[in-house]
T-cell receptor, first 109, second 111 residues
Framework: AQRVTQPEKLLSVFKGAPVELKCNYS??????LFWYVQYSRQRLQLLLR??SRESIKGFTADLNKGETSFHLKKPFAQEEDSAMYYC???????????FGTGTRLQVFP | DAGVTQSPTHLIKTRGQQVTLRCSPK?????VSWYQQALGQGPQFIFQ???????QRGNFPDRFSGHQFPNYSSELNVNALLLGDSALYLC??????????FGSGTQLSVL
C-alpha cells in the first residue's frame, strides 16, 4: 500500500542550524512527491515538488529511490521557517494526495 | 483573487445532526477536493469533484457526500454526525487536477 511516513512529530533547532525533515514513502513505480507547509494561522500551501527540482525559501528535497526517501533540507534555518511541514504523494494514477502526519519545526532565536 | 474560500470557519454540532460545509474554488479552477484533518494528523482525502461529478473517493462512509455546482463551488455534507467526525475540513481546488490550492478550512466540533 502507498504510504508516507514522517517519523518526527517535532524538530527543534536554533537559528542558523541545518535542518532536515525526514520523509519516507512506499510506492510502486516512480512517485511524484510534494512538501506542503502550514505557517501559524495560515492555510496549507505547496512548498515544493520534486519534479520541479527547485529551491523554495532555501529548502531543497531530493528524491532517493534507493532509500525511498524525500527529505526536506535547509542549510541555515530561520525563525520564520517555524511551521508544520507535510510530505505527500498522489495515489497511483490519481491526483488524490496521501499526506504524512506532519513534522512541526521550531526554530529558536 | 481571494483564493479558495470556505464557510463557515467554525461549527459546533451534536451527535446525529447533519452538517453542510461550503467551498468556493480559486478563480479559474474547475476541480474541488475535500480533505479531513483530525487533530495531530495529516489531511485525509475524502473525495474530489470535477464537472459536477464525484470523480474519486477516499475511505469514508456514505454519510459523507458532496456536490459541485455549475460555478464549480462545492458542498460537503455529513449525515448522522459522530464524535469522531470532529476535525478540520479542508477544501482544495485545482485546474484539472494540477497544483492544489487549499482553503483555510472549517473546524467542525461534534458534541
Amino acid at each position: 500500500a502507498q504510504r508516507v511516513t514522517q517519523p518526527e512529530k517535532l524538530l527543534s533547532v536554533f537559528k542558523g542550524a541545518p535542518v532536515e525533515l525526514k520523509c519516507n514513502y512506499s510506492y510502486s513505480g516512480s512517485p511524484e512527491l510534494f512538501w506542503y507547509v502550514q505557517y501559524s494561522r495560515q492555510r496549507l500551501q505547496l512548498l515544493l515538488r520534486h519534479i520541479s527540482r527547485e529551491s523554495i525559501k532555501g529548502f531543497t528535497a531530493d528524491l532517493n529511490k534507493g532509500e525511498t526517501s524525500f527529505h526536506l533540507k535547509k542549510p541555515f534555518a530561520q525563525e520564520e521557517d517555524s511551521a508544520m511541514y507535510y510530505c505527500a504523494l498522489p495515489l497511483q494514477n490519481t491526483d488524490k494526495l496521501i499526506f504524512g502526519t506532519g513534522t512541526r519545526l521550531q526554530v529558536f532565536p | 483573487d481571494a483564493g479558495v474560500t470556505q464557510s463557515p470557519t467554525h461549527l459546533i454540532k451534536t451527535r446525529g445532526q447533519q452538517v453542510t460545509l461550503r467551498c468556493s474554488p480559486k478563480s479559474g479552477h474547475d476541480t474541488v477536493s475535500w480533505y479531513q484533518q483530525a487533530l495531530g494528523q495529516g489531511p485525509q482525502f475524502i473525495f474530489q469533484y470535477y464537472e459536477e461529478e464525484e470523480r474519486q473517493r477516499g475511505n469514508f462512509p456514505d454519510r459523507f457526500s458532496g456536490h459541485q455546482f455549475p460555478n464549480y463551488s462545492s458542498e460537503l455534507n455529513v449525515n448522522a454526525l459522530l464524535l469522531g467526525d470532529s476535525a478540520l475540513y479542508l477544501c482544495a481546488s485545482s485546474l484539472s487536477g494540477d497544483k492544489l490550492f487549499f482553503g483555510s478550512g472549517t473546524q467542525l466540533s461534534v458534541l
